[in-house]
């Protein structure tokens, strides 16, 4: 049975720092590749950073340089670093891996805004 369980969300003020963390309960999770997502209100869900088994990280255009994934297989645990935050960030962060399972977590709201 999959559970995946976000946390670190909150409201932070424009160029502002968070960091996100999602426990997965998931046989196998090192053999995944995972992923972070997030949706903005009235927009598709979006991935905007991955991680490979092997700890190899990409990013979305969008939060290059500003986001940054990790992994620990131990704990089974991703995190999102997410620095210098824009408006444009706001939305609801999910984790799953990449293809994603059809089962999502609750996620964990972000908002950016003064």
């Known amino acids: 049975q999959v559970q995946l369980v976000e946390s670190g969300g909150g409201l932070v003020e424009p160029g502002g720092s968070l960091s996100l963390s999602c426990a997965a309960s998931?046989?196998?999770?090192?053999?995944?590749?995972m992923a972070w997502y997030r949706q903005a209100p009235g927009k598709q869900r979006e991935l905007v950073a991955g991680?490979?088994?092997?700890?190899?990280?990409n990013y979305a255009a969008s939060v290059r340089g500003r986001f940054t994934m990790s992994r620990d297989n131990v704990k089974k645990t991703v995190y999102l670093q997410m620095n210098s935050l824009k408006p444009e960030d706001t939305a609801v962060y999910y984790c799953?891996?990449?293809?994603?399972?059809?089962?999502w977590g609750q996620g964990t709201q972000v908002t950016v805004s003064s």
């Open positions: 799953n891996k990449n293809p994603p399972f059809d089962y």
């Open positions: 991680i490979s088994s092997g700890g190899s990280t």
């Open positions: 998931v046989s196998l999770f090192r053999v995944y590749g």
